[in-house]
């Protein structure tokens, strides 16, 4: 767990809020938490409750009587607020913010995120000790955030950079996509079915029909348990319109 920064709630309000930082930090598989001045005891029943199983993290949480105090030891600081202030500072996004504090742990330096207190954010003293700024770009007419909300945001883009996720996935369960013989050999019987009940009426424009039918099949990746569905779909209508007939 040395590879990653450290959460600092700088004058935390609501110890419900903190449990629910925990809570975020949990998800996100962040577990150093420093609280600078919270008002209320983060261990207390309100704080465990809202942790929701993250209680971990406020047992082993440090809490430090001023900011200087809470970043002492550390090598870097950001600090995350929505409103631009009156200071030349490097502002990043929270995923660019992520990937600056992998570098920089990788160079065994030590990397802080600081959050403000619910109700009024950041003081601009806070954010002038901080080495840069993340911003989270959201709603101009509506950017407050809830405080474990915030942490959740930031929190997950510098996951994102631990793990390696498919951005994108089927979920075949018990059976596979259909290889290209199979829904070759699907899209010929369901064409000749089609023109055995006259639904090709014009040869010219039958060509233009039969890719939009491909088309429309392509797009959703069959599996061989879907086609099976489809074959017996199409024979149970092939023979109940024979014996109407």
Same mark, same amino acid.
């Given at each position: 767990? *040395?590879?990653?920064?450290?959460?600092?709630?700088? *004058?935390p309000q609501l110890a419900e809020n903190?449990?629910?930082?925990?809570?975020?930090?949990?998800?996100?598989?962040?577990?150093?938490?420093?609280?600078?001045?919270?008002?209320?005891?983060?261990?207390?029943?309100?704080?465990?409750?809202?942790?929701?199983?993250? /209680?971990?993290?406020?047992?082993?949480?440090?809490?430090?009587?001023?900011?200087?105090?809470?970043?002492?030891?550390?090598?870097?600081?950001?600090?995350?607020?929505?409103?631009?202030?009156?200071?030349?500072?490097?502002?990043?996004?929270?995923?660019?913010?992520?990937?600056?504090?992998?570098?920089?742990?990788?160079?065994? /330096?030590?990397?802080?995120?600081?959050?403000?207190?619910?109700?009024?954010?950041?003081?601009?003293?806070?954010?002038?000790?901080?080495?840069?700024? =993340? /911003?989270?770009?959201?709603?101009p007419e509506h950017t407050s955030l809830?405080?474990?909300?915030?942490?959740?945001?930031?929190?997950?883009?510098?996951?994102?950079?631990? =793990?390696?996720?498919?951005?994108?996935?089927?979920?075949?369960?018990?059976?596979?996509?259909?290889?290209?013989?199979?829904?070759?050999?699907?899209?010929?019987?369901?064409?000749?079915?089609?023109?055995?009940?006259?639904?090709?009426?014009?040869?010219?424009?039958?060509?233009?029909?039969?890719?939009?039918?491909?088309?429309?099949?392509?797009?959703?990746?069959?599996?061989?348990?879907? =086609?099976?569905?489809?074959?017996?779909?199409?024979?149970?209508?092939? *023979?109940?319109?024979? *014996?109407?007939?």
């Amino acid at each position: 767990m *040395n590879n990653q920064p450290y959460i600092i709630l700088v *004058n935390p309000q609501l110890a419900e809020n903190v449990g629910m930082t925990a809570r975020a930090m949990m998800n996100c598989g962040l577990y150093y938490l420093r609280l600078v001045n919270p008002r209320e005891n983060h261990l207390s029943e309100k704080a465990i409750s809202a942790s929701s199983n993250a /209680e971990e993290i406020l047992q082993k949480a440090e809490v430090f009587a001023t900011l200087d105090e809470a970043i002492a030891d550390l090598h870097f600081v950001f600090a995350t607020t929505a409103r631009r202030r009156d200071m030349i500072k490097n502002i990043h996004t929270a995923d660019n913010a992520a990937q600056e504090v992998n570098t920089k742990i990788a160079k065994n /330096e030590k990397c802080g995120i600081l959050f403000g207190p619910e109700r009024t954010g950041l003081h601009n003293d806070d954010v002038a000790i901080a080495d840069a700024i =993340i /911003e989270i770009p959201l709603n101009p007419e509506h950017t407050s955030l809830n405080l474990s909300q915030a942490v959740l945001l930031v929190g997950y883009e510098w996951y994102k950079t631990q =793990i390696k996720v498919e951005s994108k996935q089927l979920i075949t369960n018990k059976t596979e996509v259909a290889d290209k013989k199979t829904v070759t050999k699907f899209f010929e019987f369901l064409e000749s079915e089609l023109e055995e009940c006259g639904n090709f009426k014009s040869d010219e424009k039958k060509p233009r029909m039969v890719r939009n039918l491909r088309n429309i099949f392509l797009r959703s990746e069959l599996t061989e348990q879907e =086609i099976n569905t489809l074959y017996g779909v199409i024979n149970y209508l092939t *023979n109940n319109q024979n *014996n109407k007939s």
